[in-house]
């Protein structure tokens, strides 16, 4: 990332107003010398982990807080929700969560999942990831409108994955209800690793991964990007189309890639626990932006292959809002019927 002198003097500008406009106020004073337990909902050394530990000391320096990063594996990140979502309403307890998984599980009603996304108060989004369908060197195919077209001459498409709302399978899910794929969703793989080497042996079509991991696994040839699952390439991939660059997306089938996109779009973020006060999560949210919209520590992180792709607390607020606000009930039955039962 190139950092220019405007962009310099613009996050030095937004640090200072944050500084003077926290100055003196109630919730300043309340987080200086209190601790601040930024919470992962996995385990040590993965790529949230990560992020919250270069994310601590920073938060510590804006607020004055001693910012603790506490590791809460389980549940694919949805037990730590229920315990931030269940906390003491001070504004303490923060918690870097993965979107995706968060509101595939409320809106598929998971038996774990006992928090409402729509009230959790979000503080800021750090990266958002997008999606990437892949196929199988082994396949045949080379393009997504080889997969559309063999699918009308009559053959069924396989994608591998873990669960039925894992990221992989789920996203697998939503292009086959997207452009009438014939499919068959194979799950019980017992981690993304090993549903990779299935689609790079061939023994399926293909898989639905995060652009990063797709990089990884398409510099050799063995897996070949097809498609980002939305309406923007990835940065990352700049030669992959959109699927609808790809193909000609039915009129109704648009609503699925939207739709997933607009989960995908909650992205990595920052929750704090429902009740707080409104001035400290408005605090919170000051002093992510100052963090993130940072030029010296972007591009510390995307040194660090952690890339930031900031938005604000209010608007991952209000991408949640419309997720769940747009969704009437025979329209929520259809979407849990694709992501549980269809393809399966």
């Not at 994310?55 to 607020?63: I, M, N, R, S």
């Not at 792709?309 to 039955?333: M, R």
């Amino acid at each position: 990332m190139k950092i220019t002198k405007a962009l310099l003097a613009g996050a030095l500008l937004l640090g200072s107003s944050f500084a003077a406009s926290a100055e003196g106020g109630a919730a300043a004073d309340f987080y200086k010398n209190e601790t601040v337990r930024l919470i992962v909902g996995t385990g040590p050394g993965g790529g949230f982990d990560q992020y919250a530990r270069l994310l601590a000391p920073e938060l510590g320096k804006v607020t004055g807080a001693t910012v603790v990063v506490e590791n809460r594996p389980g549940g694919g990140g949805i037990t730590a929700i229920n315990q931030v979502a269940g906390a003491d309403p001070d504004g303490l307890s923060v918690m870097l969560i993965n979107g995706v998984p968060a509101a595939l599980g409320q809106i598929t009603e998971a038996p774990a999942v006992r928090f409402e996304l729509q009230n959790l108060p979000f503080v800021g989004r750090v990266a958002a990831e997008p999606w990437v369908l892949l196929v199988s060197k082994n396949s045949g195919y080379t393009s997504l409108k080889d997969l559309v077209e063999a699918s009308k001459a009559g053959k069924t498409l396989s994608f591998s994955g873990l669960g039925r709302v894992d990221g992989p399978t789920d996203t697998a899910a939503v292009v086959c209800e997207a452009l009438e794929l014939s499919c068959n969703l194979v799950v019980g793989f017992k981690g993304s690793s090993e549903a990779s080497l299935a689609a790079i042996r061939g023994d399926v079509t293909g898989i639905a991964i995060t652009d990063r991991s797709a990089r990884d696994y398409s510099q050799d040839g063995s897996l070949i990007p097809v498609a980002v699952i939305g309406h923007n390439r990835s940065q990352l991939l700049p030669d992959v189309p959109t699927i609808f660059e790809a193909v000609d997306v039915p009129q109704e089938g648009a609503f699925w890639i939207d739709f997933r996109a607009g989960i995908v779009d909650i992205g990595r973020a920052l929750i704090t626990t429902p009740g707080t006060p409104d001035e400290r999560i408005s605090y919170l949210r000051e002093a992510f932006e100052t963090i993130l919209a940072d030029p010296a520590f972007v591009k510390s992180a995307e040194d660090r292959g952690l890339p930031i792709d900031y938005a604000s607390g209010e608007d991952v607020q209000d991408t949640v809002g419309k997720i769940f606000g747009n969704l009437p009930e025979d329209q929520l039955s259809a979407v849990r019927d694709v992501l549980l039962s269809k393809y399966f």
